[in-house]
């Protein structure tokens, strides 16, 4: 069995919790000993005889259609969260012709599977769950002691983190205005996908925020930062279910996190989901006090969360590239 991973090309200019995934599916996939490569368009492999392509972005029709011209089974990875109030934001018709010549369309929750199965109009079966997953060695390193970060103030005894890319749907405006409410330290860390909306962010006058830009992913620093803070949160218009809070919650930190798209899947009973899609600041800054007061109200329990390390979650993957062939 060989296998090519495709996206389209500036995915890693800017890299997320999609890129991650990507990455960690070809480890784990190249661990079990299958032959997975990434798509070199200068010398492509053409032997392969399945495909599997992450993302929907604008302009994939055409290479996906290309792939099947040449009769290439095509596997397509969605990343996607469409509802009726925000299907004008999309091209529609062209992502579903995406996902028509698809052989399998791979979403990473249940409820997504549903939701995009009635907006396209598309049987369910055509749909197979795969869900995204964290290095089991994160269960691990919750005891474990890291240096706290040389980029976060001294004077700060304790913090709220945030690492996600620096755009509108991450709702990072929203969670500055409530730590000023709560009075809460916060550090965010990630990539400027949209340098207008950080401009407006203005952290440089703020002293309760203090940014680090893009961390390393696993590296000593990103341990650091999630292991010595008091909460994750992420309050996302929406999120499937935001890697960085899956990871949090492996790592044993109590989270708020978005309760727009999957969320509710990984996380199962804690208290602290937020309406991200709604945006209302006094919510999010009574769940902050609430977390502080009371830690457990947001930390995902052991046997929920350890169900999705990666070790687990590429085996349903392995087994549908088997089925197509």
């Given at each position: 069995?060989?296998?090519?991973?495709?996206?389209?090309?500036?995915?890693?200019?800017?890299?997320g919790?999609g890129?991650?995934?990507?990455?960690?599916?070809?480890?784990?996939?190249?661990?079990?000993?299958?032959?997975?490569?990434?798509?070199?368009?200068?010398?492509?492999?053409?032997?392969?005889?399945?495909?599997?392509?992450?993302?929907?972005?604008?302009?994939?029709?055409?290479?996906?259609?290309?792939?099947?011209?040449?009769?290439?089974?095509l596997?397509?990875?969605?990343?996607?969260?469409?509802?009726?109030?925000?299907i004008?934001?999309?091209?529609?018709?062209?992502?579903?012709?995406?996902?028509?010549?698809?052989?399998?369309?791979?979403?990473?929750?249940?409820?997504?599977?549903?939701?995009?199965?009635?907006?396209?109009?598309?049987?369910?079966?055509?749909?197979?769950?795969?869900?995204?997953?964290?290095?089991?060695?994160?269960?691990?390193?919750?005891?474990?002691?890291?240096?706290?970060?040389?980029?976060?103030?001294?004077?700060?005894?304790e913090y709220?983190?945030?690492?996600?890319?620096?755009?509108?749907?991450k709702?990072?405006?929203?969670?500055?205005?409530?730590?000023?409410?709560?009075?809460?330290?916060?550090?965010?860390?990630?990539?400027?996908?949209?340098?207008?909306?950080?401009?407006?962010?203005?952290?440089?006058?703020?002293?309760?925020?203090?940014?680090?830009?893009?961390?390393?992913?696993?590296?000593?620093?990103?341990?650091?930062?999630?292991?010595?803070?008091?909460?994750?949160?992420?309050?996302?218009?929406?999120?499937?279910?935001?890697l960085?809070?899956?990871?949090?919650?492996?790592?044993?930190?109590?989270?708020?996190?978005?309760?727009?798209?999957?969320?509710?899947?990984?996380?199962?009973?804690?208290?602290?989901?937020?309406?991200?899609?709604?945006?209302?600041?006094?919510?999010?800054?009574?769940?902050?006090?609430?977390?502080?007061?009371?830690?457990?109200?947001?930390?995902?329990?052991?046997?929920?969360?350890?169900?999705?390390?990666?070790d687990?979650?590429?085996?349903?993957?392995?087994?549908?590239?088997?089925?197509?062939?």
């Amino acid at each position: 069995m060989q296998i090519v991973f495709a996206t389209y090309p500036w995915a890693y200019f800017t890299p997320g919790g999609g890129e991650i995934q990507i990455e960690k599916l070809y480890k784990y996939i190249k661990d079990k000993g299958i032959e997975v490569y990434k798509f070199d368009s200068w010398e492509p492999f053409y032997e392969a005889s399945l495909y599997h392509f992450f993302s929907c972005m604008g302009g994939s029709i055409d290479f996906c259609n290309y792939l099947k011209s040449i009769e290439k089974t095509l596997v397509l990875s969605t990343s996607l969260w469409i509802t009726e109030d925000t299907i004008e934001n999309y091209n529609i018709e062209q992502i579903k012709l995406q996902m028509l010549v698809a052989d399998r369309i791979i979403v990473n929750s249940n409820k997504e599977k549903n939701l995009l199965s009635n907006i396209f109009n598309i049987e369910k079966e055509k749909f197979s769950v795969v869900f995204n997953g964290f290095e089991p060695e994160l269960l691990s390193l919750r005891e474990k002691t890291f240096r706290r970060s040389k980029g976060i103030p001294s004077t700060w005894d304790e913090y709220v983190f945030c690492l996600a890319n620096i755009e509108r749907r991450k709702n990072q405006h929203l969670l500055i205005e409530a730590c000023k409410l709560t009075n809460k330290k916060l550090v965010l860390a990630g990539h400027i996908r949209e340098q207008d909306y950080f401009n407006t962010l203005n952290i440089d006058k703020n002293d309760l925020v203090t940014f680090l830009g893009p961390v390393e992913n696993h590296s000593y620093e990103f341990f650091s930062l999630y292991l010595n803070s008091s909460c994750f949160i992420l309050p996302s218009t929406l999120e499937t279910p935001g890697l960085a809070a899956l990871e949090a919650a492996a790592l044993g930190i109590p989270i708020i996190v978005t309760s727009e798209g999957s969320s509710k899947e990984y996380f199962g009973e804690i208290k602290t989901y937020y309406n991200g899609k709604k945006g209302n600041i006094m919510e999010l800054a009574e769940l902050i006090n609430n977390l502080f007061q009371n830690p457990f109200i947001g930390k995902v329990k052991f046997e929920q969360i350890k169900k999705f390390s990666w070790d687990n979650c590429v085996n349903k993957q392995i087994d549908i590239y088997k089925e197509l062939l």
